[in-house]
C-alpha cells in the first residue's frame, strides 16, 4: 500500500466490494469517500453473504478502522439497519467513524425523488428513489443537515427552522405531503445523536494522521466511473463523483496522498436503470451474463443489462481516474464460450468513434465495432482453488491472452483477477 482507491471502472456492481475486502486483509483503514445508500457491494466471506450499502466493505475484518467521510450522504434508517445485522452476526461495528461533516438523507429527500422521477414522466434517469439526488442539491444549495448537527440540540433546532419550511413548500409544489411535524423530525435527529455520537468526528484528521503514520488506508468508491455526476453518461449518472479526484474532496485528504489507483473491471459490461449502452446484448449471451453472473442489483433488486466488454469505456476510466492497476472479475461467468468479443471503438453516423461522447444521443446511435478473441475452457468449482494456488500462469491461456489484451489496450497492468464469488477465489499477479 500505504494507500490505494478502488474504484469502479465501468457503471458500477464490477465487484468492488469482494475486491476492497480482499485488498481490506492489508489495510489499517477503510474509507468511503462519496454516494449513499444507493450503493450495494456484496462480500462473501465463506458461507456468509455481507449486502452492504452505506458502511465501508472493511466493516466484516476485524480491527479495521471504518470511516463514512464527509462526501457520503448518511441515510440513518438504512444504518441503523446494517449496523444491526453485522452485530447480530457477530461482528463489531466500534471501529466505525463517520464524518461531522457528511450530509443526512430526511424523510422529504425521499418523497421528493420519487415526485421528481414522476414529473419526468417517460424521460425518468432510473433512481433508486433513496432520496440521494435532492440530498445532493441540498447540500449544494446549503440546505443541508450534517451528522455533526445532530450533537448540538440549538444548532439542530436553527437548521430545521431554516431549512423545513423551504422543504415543505417544494413538497406542495410537487403533491407530495410530510408525516412528521418539526418537533417529531427534531426528537428523531437528537435521538439518533445520542446513539451515533460515539462514532461523529473529523474523520478528515483521522485519515491523514493514518497517512502520516504509514499505516495502509484504502478508499473505497461507490458506483463507477460511468455514472460519476461529471464524466458519465450524463443525465442517466448518479449525483456524486465517483472518480478518483473525488477522493481529495470527499475524504479529506490532498492529492498527493494516493499511491495506488486501481480500477475494478468486470470481464464483461454491465448496466441498472436507464441510459444508453452501446455493447448491451439482447440474445443468449445477454442472458448468460445475467443468470451465471447473478446480474441483479444488490441495492434494488432489479436485472441488470448486459454486454461485451467495451474498450472505450476502459479508456475512458483509465484516463480520467489515473488508474494504475486493474482488477478483473467475474471472469468465470465468461467459461466455455467460444469467442469472445471486445468493443475497440463505435461506428456514429458514418465515422469512426475510439473516445467515449458525452452526447447521450450519439452513444443511442452508436454501432459497436468488435475484434474477437478465443474464449476458454471452464473448470469445475472443485478446481478452483487448485487453480488459485497455482497463481497467474494455471489461469486458461485463453484467459491469460484476453487480460494481456486489456492491459495493451488499456496500458495499465492487471494486478489481481478473480475468479469466484468468494474471498479466496483471487489471484494476485
Known amino acids: ?56 466493505s472493511g466493516i466484516v475484518r476485524k480491527g479495521v478502522v471504518n470511516v463514512i467521510g464527509n462526501g457520503v450522504i448518511v441515510d440513518l434508517i438504512s ?17 466505525l467513524r463517520i464524518s461531522d461533516r457528511a450530509n443526512i438523507i ?32 441540498d447540500k449544494i444549495a446549503r440546505s443541508g443537515i450534517r451528522m455533526g448537527d445532530l450533537l448540538d440540540p440549538a444548532l439542530l433546532a436553527e437548521r430545521l427552522d431554516t431549512v423545513m419550511p423551504m422543504k415543505l413548500k ?28 460515539r462514532y461523529i468526528t473529523d474523520t478528515s484528521v483521522l485519515v491523514n494522521e493514518a497517512l502520516d503514520e504509514g499505516k495502509n488506508v484504502l478508499f473505497e468508491g461507490a458506483q ?14 448518479t449525483s456524486s463523483n465517483c472518480i478518483a479526484g473525488a477522493i481529495c474532496t470527499g475524504a479529506g485528504v490532498g492529492p498527493k496522498r494516493l499511491d495506488e489507483i486501481m480500477g475494478v473491471l468486470k470481464a464483461y459490461t454491465t448496466r441498472v436503470g436507464a441510459g444508453p449502452f452501446p455493447t448491451e446484448l439482447r440474445d443468449e449471451v445477454g442472458e448468460r451474463f445475467l443468470n451465471v453472473g447473478g446480474e441483479f442489483g444488490t441495492t434494488t433488486g432489479r436485472p441488470r443489462r448486459c454486454g461485451w466488454l467495451d474498450l472505450l469505456v476502459v479508456e475512458h476510466a483509465a484516463r480520467l481516474n489515473g488508474l494504475t492497476q486493474f482488477a478483473v472479475t467475474k471472469l468465470d461467468v465468461m467459461n466455455d464460450l467460444r469467442r469472445i468479443k471486445v468493443a475497440v471503438a463505435y461506428e456514429i453516423d458514418g465515422r469512426t468513434v475510439k473516445r467515449f461522447p ?15 478473441l478465443d474464449g476458454w475452457a471452464g473448470w469445475r468449482p472443485e478446481e478452483t482453488m487448485e487453480i488459485v494456488r497455482g497463481g497467474y500462469d494455471a489461469l486458461p491461456r485463453e484467459m491469460r491472452a484476453y487480460l494481456e489484451y486489456i492491459e495493451r489496450c488499456s496500458k495499465v497492468p492487471v494486478r489481481i483477477v478473480s475468479i469466484g464469488k468468494g474471498r479466496e477465489e483471487t489471484v494476485r499477479r
Open 106 to 137: 430526511l424523510n422529504w429527500h425521499r418523497l421528493l425523488d420519487g415526485a421528481e422521477e414522476r414529473f419526468r414522466g417517460g424521460r425518468t434517469v432510473g433512481t433508486t428513489g433513496k432520496g440521494i439526488g435532492p440530498c445532493y442539491s
Open 79 to 95: 444504518l441503523d439497519r446494517e449496523i444491526a445485522e453485522v452485530e447480530a452476526r457477530g461482528r463489531s461495528v466500534e471501529g
Open 1 to 56: 500500500m500505504p494507500s490505494i482507491a478502488v474504484i469502479g471502472a465501468q457503471w458500477g456492481d464490477e465487484g468492488k466490494g469482494k475486491i476492497t475486502d480482499y485488498e481490506a486483509e492489508r489495510a489499517d483503514m477503510v474509507v468511503r469517500y462519496q454516494g449513499g445508500s444507493n450503493a450495494g457491494h456484496t462480500i462473501k466471506v465463506g458461507d456468509e453473504v455481507f449486502a452492504l450499502h452505506i458502511l465501508p
Open 170 to 197: 417544494v413538497m406542495e409544489v410537487l403533491n407530495v405531503r410530510l408525516a412528521q411535524t418539526r418537533d417529531e423530525l427534531y426528537s428523531e435527529l437528537l435521538a439518533y445523536g445520542k446513539r451515533y455520537g
Open 224 to 237: 463507477g466511473t460511468m455514472l460519476d455526476i461529471d464524466h458519465g453518461t450524463y443525465p442517466y449518472v
Open 358 to 372: 458525452a452526447n447521450p444521443k450519439m452513444l443511442e446511435r452508436a454501432v459497436p465495432v468488435y475484434e474477437e
